[in-house]
């Protein structure tokens, strides 16, 4: 009977993770938040109706993979083509200044440690987590406020995409370094291969799917090929380039983006990943997260590391902003809008476990940040519009 008692904890977690997400929605506080919390609830640390096991951490696997294609598919080359170099460079600083200040907030509170140790590679991580940019909440609030199709919530969009890709390549490239056999020229090498493979296989690969879907338009084998697609590429990625399994996910995503049925793809994808895969990825984080390994210093770093983590993309985009002739107002609105976190630092966060970059107890400082950051910004994105607004135009 052990074999099945897999099926009570697959039933525990959904049950849970669904029912503490609806929670944490009707709180104005994203799904995921309670997912986390839900896991941490019925884990060890807590009441132990469920524990971490190698079945579920391959659940949870498959289930990020998912949620970095879908966020592929969501993209709009289009619309990233039409901002230019502006929100590049926007996206650029957003991602390298958190980076920086990051692992300079982790050094200068746990000591400097010589390049190549492993706190070295532990503050560089804790700046990666940082970089990664949550739009959603940003996206809601500019829709409710009618300012989405202006040109600073059309910059946000965009730079947050971006920021998303770099943020991945640049995750990509911290993961390959912890290992001692890797030099910085081989990852950097492996990631161009890598880059340059997508581009040519991508390629192929849209050109094959956009006759397939003509041939064939809304039928399920094109969502069907495009799950098998994202699997392929996350393979290929891993096993071949030594690259993470979600940058080929998220690739896979990008590549398929601008096929007519795109959107149906993306929508059978969300129902896999809604009703089964993403709660038991955000609930299995729960399970790994012991709050009673919390301690008075700790509490103090994860309050420094939200401090920094939302500073620092305001600073960074806020300040390439200005630099590219936008007001101080709407400089200040793009570094807000964009200091949002949520699927992706979790996910960076949680390949920086499985390389063994960092340990779980970290996951409550990103948790934290997730929560404050959005609560936070629409709040004080609502603020600046609302005093820019009232402000006297120039004639």
């Not at 998912?66 to 598919?73: D, K, N």
Request: contains cysteine.
């Amino acid at each position: 009977m052990e074999a099945y008692s897999i099926f009570k904890d697959l039933a525990i977690l959904v049950i849970a993770a669904k029912f503490f997400g609806l929670v944490a929605r009707k709180c104005k506080a994203p799904q995921v938040v309670g997912e986390i919390i839900a896991g941490l609830l019925i884990g060890p640390g807590v009441l132990g109706l469920v524990s971490q096991s190698p079945f579920i951490a391959q659940m949870a696997e498959i289930g990020v993979v998912l949620l970095m294609f879908s966020a592929g598919l969501g993209t709009n080359l289009k619309d990233l083509l039409k901002t230019g170099p502006i929100a590049f460079l926007i996206a650029c600083f957003g991602v390298f200044v958190p980076l920086g200040l990051g692992a300079l907030f982790y050094f200068c509170y746990y000591g400097f440690s010589p390049f190549g140790s492993p706190e070295f590679y532990k503050g560089i991580f804790i700046g990666t987590i940082m970089t990664a940019t949550s739009v959603s909440i940003t996206v809601s609030a500019l829709k409710e406020m009618g300012k989405l199709q202006t040109k600073v919530g059309q910059t946000i969009l965009s730079a947050a995409i971006i920021d998303d890709v770099i943020g991945i390549m640049v995750l990509t490239f911290v993961i390959g370094l912890k290992d001692p056999a890797m030099k910085p020229l081989i990852v950097v090498v492996q990631s161009l291969l890598f880059f340059v493979f997508s581009l040519v296989f991508g390629f192929i690969s849209y050109k094959i799917f956009k006759k397939v879907d003509k041939r064939y338009p809304h039928t399920q084998r094109i969502p069907i090929a495009g799950l098998a697609y994202c699997f392929a590429l996350s393979y290929i990625a891993e096993h071949y380039f030594g690259i993470a399994d979600i940058t080929g996910a998220y690739f896979a995503g990008i590549i398929l983006c601008n096929i007519k049925d795109s959107d149906y793809i993306a929508e059978k994808m969300d129902i896999n990943s809604y009703m089964l895969f993403g709660p038991i990825f955000f609930a299995s984080i729960g399970l790994k997260t012991d709050l009673g390994d919390m301690t008075l210093p700790l509490l103090g770093f994860s309050i420094g590391f939200v401090l920094v983590a939302l500073l620092s993309k305001i600073i960074g985009c806020g300040l390439m902003s200005g630099l590219c002739r936008f007001g101080f107002w709407d400089s200040l609105k793009i570094g807000v809008g964009m200091m949002t976190r949520g699927e992706v630092a979790l996910i960076v966060a949680q390949k920086g476990l499985s390389a063994g970059l960092i340990e779980p107890i970290y996951f409550t400082s990103v948790i934290l940040l997730i929560i404050v950051s959005s609560v936070s910004t629409p709040i004080l994105l609502k603020i600046l519009f609302k005093k820019s607004d009232n402000l006297p135009q120039k004639t």
